[in-house]
T-cell receptor
Framework: DTGVSQDPRHKITKRGQNVTFRCDPI?????LYWYRQTLGQGPEFLTY????????KSRLLSDRFSAERPKGSFSTLEIQRTEQGDSAMYLC????????????FGPGTRLTVT | GEDVEQSLFLSVREGDSSVINCTYT??????LYWYKQEPGAGLQLLTY?????DMKQDQRLTVLLNKKDKHLSLRIADTQTGDSAIYFC??????????FGQGTRLTINP
């Protein structure tokens, strides 16, 4: 296993378009997390999954955001009707249950909304 | 992360020690973490400390935890140019998520 991978690494989109990001976690990790990081800030929690169940969503995750992990393996994060304020780095991480801080982060997807 | 505060910048001379400080608010945090972020790379876990410990040493890294003051520090001995990065402290909120500070950008001067 080569770690957590994310695709695409960069995405430029026009305001109002929909975008979807993918995260492939470490295969034996049952927990998967999404964070958002804006310039000059630390990552902020968005949501997490245990296997295929989405167990918590941050208030940062507006109705335009949806995340899935259909078979408990890879996950997708979709943003509908993108806004300029959505421009950020979207980070995915995975871990074993109970080891939230000892998991691994992916390289992130940088989203630019023009 | 409004619950975790760090100074934004630190500049040290190569070979000196670097000390990065962090304060947190949640006294129930079980673990506290230090991450490193280099340009174009993901967050890398450097070290972590269990809340009932005062100190943890791992090669050039020393973590000090003052639970009474909710203060955490990371000391990097013999700082090298490869240590240039942004360092984040984080606390775990339950077992579900991490709350990060704003990050401290460490610059190494020759």
């Amino acid at each position: 296993d080569t770690g957590v991978s994310q695709d695409p690494r960069h995405k430029i989109t026009k305001r109002g378009q929909n975008v979807t990001f993918r995260c492939d976690p470490i295969s034996e990790h049952n927990r998967l997390y999404w964070y958002r990081q804006t310039l000059g800030q630390g990552p902020e929690f968005l949501t997490y999954f245990q296997n295929e169940a989405q167990l918590e969503k941050s208030r940062l995750l507006s109705d335009r955001f949806s995340a899935e992990r259909p078979k408990g393996s890879f996950s997708t994060l979709e943003i509908q009707r993108t806004e300029q304020g959505d421009s950020a780095m979207y980070l995915c991480a995975s871990s074993l249950q109970g080891q939230v801080g000892r998991g691994y982060f992916g390289p992130g997807t940088r989203l630019t909304v023009t | 992360g409004e619950d975790v505060e760090q100074s934004l910048f630190l500049s040290v001379r190569e070979g000196d020690s670097s000390v990065i400080n962090c304060t947190y608010t949640d006294s129930s945090s079980t673990y506290l973490y230090w991450y490193k972020q280099e340009p174009g790379a993901g967050l890398q876990l450097l070290t972590y400390i269990f809340s009932n410990m005062d100190m943890k040493q791992d090669q050039r890294l020393t973590v000090l935890l003052n639970k009474k003051d909710k203060h955490l520090s990371l000391r990097i001995a013999d700082t090298q140019t490869g240590d240039s990065a942004i360092y984040f402290c984080a606390e775990s909120k339950g077992a579900q998520k991490l709350v990060f500070g704003q990050g401290t950008r460490l610059t190494i001067n020759p």
